[in-house]
């Protein structure tokens, strides 16, 4: 059975100091939806250009963090910074786009949008085809505070990227297990779901912590307003140098419909992996996040929110390509083992929907891309079915039919 790694002494200070500071400031740690609001409100300036449906938004995500979490001091201090973050950053694209109306609805290139199950190949697809001088990937920091980076040049966004980095690295000194999972920081293309959820809508949120409240809560939202916001910011942060944006995110697959309304045109990318490694890897990297956030991490109930996280996605998907609506895409599936196998043929049908031609030498291309980010790095990523509970044979049978 899964169990979190010993933690570094870097996290131990940081738990203990977190720990300490409840003590004695409690007010600081309150799970309070007008003491958070009160917060954002004072970093964006007022309210007023928060998103709109914030307060539902905030009332779910923090009652579930509270009820839901197990969260410790620390944990508390991260859902409190997560939900002022997307507040201001939502009301700061609010105020730029009342300055700069045409550039967060200037025309963009349809993008093209890479997803699947949590651990299917998506990061690694993702950041290739990022290396490709004709596309751009977006960076962290232009993710979480859009409206900053789209008005920063030269050495004042480079001085801000560096700031950002290192801010966006120090979760990786609380858990360095979680480089072998998914390597990231400030200077690497980051998934979309940093730029989501401005009204609290986010599927990324309970990845990180046990939100299972807020995710039934979620299932039911309509994602539509968070994808027509990040359009705008896109716009903003566009460059109009007629580089294609290069966008990945797993939870895409439960919002095609609301990808769809905001990028018609676009190319979405399915990639597809044997369900049993989906799942386990899956709960693997939750586990390990969530560990970050709380002493109280249980692996068959990370197996279990997988597997029905998992078959919700999938059955959204499947609905969204019986609909008329998918026309308004274009849709590639690809497997995972073909991608690692032989990804230079492999990328080729991407180029082609994308009706880009690919790389001169699409073997080079990947050896370039290999020889900068040598496969584990940071060390291997080990995890079983077994870990979380999970019955292979019943998850194939549940999982039929969307993977037959």
């Not at 870097?10 to 939806?33: G, H, I, K, N, Q």
């Not at 580089?243 to 190319?267: I, N």
């Not at 274009?330 to 080729?348: C, N």
Request: one cysteine or more; hydrophobic letters at 40%; aromatic letters at 8%.
């Amino acid at each position: 059975m899964w169990r979190p790694a010993p933690p570094s002494a870097t996290a131990r200070a940081a738990r203990e100091a977190a720990e300490a500071d409840r003590s004695a400031r409690p007010e600081r740690y309150r799970l309070d939806v007008d003491a958070v609001a009160a917060a954002a409100a004072r970093r964006a300036g007022d309210e007023d250009r928060f998103a709109a449906g914030w307060r539902e938004g905030l009332e779910r995500y923090l009652g579930s963090a509270a009820g839901d979490g197990r969260l410790t001091a620390l944990g508390t201090a991260q859902a409190i910074r997560t939900a002022i973050g997307r507040l201001r950053s939502g009301a700061a694209m609010a105020r730029f786009a009342e300055v700069e109306p045409d550039r967060v609805a200037r025309p963009i290139a349809p993008p093209i949008f890479i997803t699947g199950g949590w651990r299917t190949g998506t990061t690694f697809l993702f950041r290739l085809l990022a290396t490709d001088p004709r596309l751009r990937a977006p960076l962290p920091a232009e993710l979480s505070d859009p409206a900053r980076l789209a008005g920063l040049e030269g050495v004042q966004r480079e001085a801000h990227l560096d700031t950002s980095a290192a801010a966006h690295d120090a979760l990786y000194d609380l858990n360095p297990e979680l480089r072998a999972i998914h390597d990231s920081g400030g200077r690497l293309p980051e998934e979309c779901a940093l730029a989501l959820g401005t009204d609290l809508r986010n599927w990324a949120f309970p990845s990180t912590m046990r939100l299972d409240g807020y995710a039934r809560w979620l299932a039911d939202e309509d994602l539509t307003p968070s994808y027509r916001a990040y359009r705008r910011a896109l716009g903003a942060l566009d460059r109009g140098d007629d580089r294609r944006w290069v966008l990945k995110a797993p939870t895409h697959l439960a919002a095609l419909p609301a990808l769809a309304d905001a990028f018609p045109g676009a190319v979405v990318v399915r990639l597809h992996r044997d369900i049993v490694e989906t799942v386990a890897s899956g709960a693997s990297l939750f586990a390990v996040f969530r560990s970050s956030f709380s002493d109280e991490v249980d692996a068959v109930e990370v197996g279990r929110y997988l597997v029905d996280q998992t078959e919700l996605w999938y059955h959204r998907a499947a609905a969204f390509r019986a609909d008329p609506t998918a026309a308004t895409v274009t849709i590639v599936d690809l497997e995972y083992r073909d991608l690692v196998d032989d990804p230079a043929t492999t990328i080729r049908e991407v180029y082609a929907a994308a009706d880009l031609d690919p790389p001169p030498d699409p073997a080079a291309f990947v050896a370039d891309y290999h020889a900068g980010h040598p496969r584990d790095a940071h060390g291997t990523h080990r995890y079983t079915a077994d870990d979380f509970g999970l019955d292979p044979g019943e998850i194939r049978e549940r999982f039929a039919p969307y993977t037959t």
